[in-house]
């Protein structure tokens, strides 16, 4: 319905505005609607602007901030309309150390009203989780779940400098 | 309404039975590429009802069970199980229009090599669509947002702004 | 000209063959000509098996393993016609530590014949490095460069894992 | 034929002149998310002759200028030099069809906030062709396979046979 609408956008944007603000640790978002006058099918704009930076088109921005942005604008729906679970899959791939650690503390603060899974390389976001699962393909091809504790799982992707040259 | 376990037997490289008790607020899937990770996040899509092949990287919905190794055969079927806790009687499940009122309730899909599918509430046989009318409104199913998928997130800002809309029609 | 390409795309693919068993530690992969007869216009295929698994369409690899095979395709192109420089950005995102430092061999192979730049943010990436260049933001909005040593940067970026709950 | 050094003057967010000296045989630049590594290879791509403001990641060519932050104000002209070690003679540089024998060859691009453009080799000045055709068979160049942005590897794979061959064109 047009109303329902016209409320969830307006959380989703609100959410939004202030979830980006909160991840990027200032500076201004904003989704809208390119024609408010015909709601019922105009298309969505978004626009973002980290802090310090000057408003340029979200094309510019960087694979990390993209993906900061996009973080944002996911909970943002998630906080107007939880769901019972969620599942993100290696959605810190692009993130540096801290970033991976923003993204880790808004999906702590949202697992206070929904089950979280993900999945991830990066040891700083494991330390996130509550338990570890492992997978594995001890026998090739066929997939198989092992016990992981997180010291293990710290050891087993330490990144033991490799020497160079 | 919680997701309490997840059953895979035959479904893409989980040839054997394999279960996954979730409990915790938060947990983390790891392990090398390839292992399978990704697959556990197909098979949730597969039985919340994804009817399209592509959207599980595959050409046809026979490409998820499970088609051998170099040691073994192919299964003859793929199975994915979910089991939901529902003492706060969020789903309301009516497997063939009769309602079931039971706290755990139990979502099954399986397809076999012949092409054949079948659809489980509760161990009573049902239709795709009963355990898709379930889930509407409740935030999960194919297409939601409650599952971002390997490689979406930049997609989420590239979109057109139209795509961006259908994407928030969706959801909302 | 006809036998240029010929020439050029038989070399690709037997590098491809190669590289790609080197990469994986074994398994069978292969492009060909989707229409040998006509050289001119042919599309090209590729096909991609890793070690002990079945073949199957490359769109059910996993991530990991796509950007294998990517990295095969594209140094079995580089191989063949070495340029003088290539520069790698985030290339190592999906791998796991394992891949992380398979990629970083190749790397260190080629760099025999030529200039590497990799950008990065993986430590065992890092490691390969002859020299490191920083960037950073100081001032916001503006890039100066600083400089940086593998300690320093392995420190900067190690993953102090953050207490769970 | 080797890189030597890039300049970068005025490019996206490199407002001050920013000088980078490449001599190893592998160079990692490094530093957190939206600190301009990226933008080092869209100058790299630029100056050698990118004209698809797209494959820069702006809408049109006028965004690879420094375009201010909240303390400056936006610069009026972005520039880019990158220096080679012609010794061994690979690279033949003709600006403007006079042969240049030098052993060190540097290109420079220009772009003023008015839209003017200048290049030159060795500080003649050229056309944008002049470069073009400098480093052509030298397997460098947009387009080529020496330079993978961010995010195109998975790109390689997910291409059509057709697009697949198109790279293959352009690459052999
Ligand atoms: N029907 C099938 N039968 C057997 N194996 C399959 C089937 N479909 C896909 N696979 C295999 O599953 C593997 C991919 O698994 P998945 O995408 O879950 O990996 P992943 O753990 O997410 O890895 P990454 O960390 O690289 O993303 C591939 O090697 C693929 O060949
Ligand atoms: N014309 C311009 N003037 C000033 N800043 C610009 C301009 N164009 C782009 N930028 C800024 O440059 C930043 C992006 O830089 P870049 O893509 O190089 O980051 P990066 O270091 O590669 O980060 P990541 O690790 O996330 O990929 C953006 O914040 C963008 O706003
Ligand atoms: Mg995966
Ligand atoms: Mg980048």
């Known amino acids: 319905s047009r109303d329902r609408f016209a409320e969830t956008f307006k959380a989703v944007r609100e959410n939004f505005q202030a979830l980006f603000r909160k991840l990027f640790g200032g500076g201004k978002a904003d989704i809208f609607l390119i024609d408010p006058e015909n709601e019922l099918e105009s298309g969505i704009e978004i626009v973002a602007r ?4 000057e408003l340029r088109s979200i094309s510019l921005l960087s694979g990390g901030e993209r993906a900061m942005t996009a973080i944002a604008l996911v909970f943002s729906f998630f906080q107007a309309r939880p769901s019972p679970f969620c599942v993100l899959d290696e959605v810190d791939a692009p993130l540096d150390e801290a970033n991976t650690g923003r993204y880790g503390e808004i999906v702590k603060e949202f697992s206070k009203i929904s089950q979280f899974i993900m999945i991830t390389h990066a040891k700083r976001t494991m330390a996130f989780g509550d338990v570890l699962y492992g997978v594995t393909m001890q026998e090739p091809g066929v997939s198989t779940p092992v016990s992981v504790r997180f010291e293990e799982a710290a050891e087993m992707i330490d990144d033991q400098p490799v020497a160079a040259g | 309404m919680k997701l309490t376990r997840a059953i895979l037997s035959g479904f893409k490289s989980f040839a054997d039975r394999t279960e996954f008790d979730f409990d915790a607020g938060i947990s983390c899937i790891v392990g090398p590429n390839g292992c399978g990770k990704s697959n556990i996040v197909d098979a949730i899509k597969w039985v919340l009802g994804e009817q ?4 599980l990287r595959g050409g046809e919905m026979r490409d998820v069970i499970f088609n051998g ?35 755990t309730v139990a979502v099954t899909r399986r397809l076999y090599r012949s092409g054949q599918s079948e659809y489980l509430i509760n161990k009573t046989p049902c239709r795709l669509r009963d355990i898709k009318e379930m889930f509407l409104d409740t935030g999960i199913g194919a297409g939601a947002y409650s599952l971002i998928e390997q490689g979406r997130v930049s997609q989420l800002l590239n979109a057109s702004q139209d795509e961006r809309r259908a994407f928030f029609d969706e959801a909302a």
Chains 1, 3 share one sequence.
Do not use: I
């Not at chain 2, 399209?52 to 959207?55: C, E, P, T």
């Not at chain 2, 190794?69 to 994915?80: C, D, E």
């Not at chain 2, 979910?82 to 009122?101: C, H, K, M, R, S």
């Open chain 2, 52 to 55: 399209s092949a592509k959207s």
């Open chain 2, 69 to 103: 190794s170099t040691r073994r055969k192919p299964a003859g079927m793929a199975q994915v199980t979910l089991v939901f806790d529902n003492t706060d009687g969020v789903l309301q499940p009516a497997p063939n229009g009769e309602a079931d009122t039971s706290d």
């Open chain 1, 50 to 53: 980290p802090p310090g930076k």
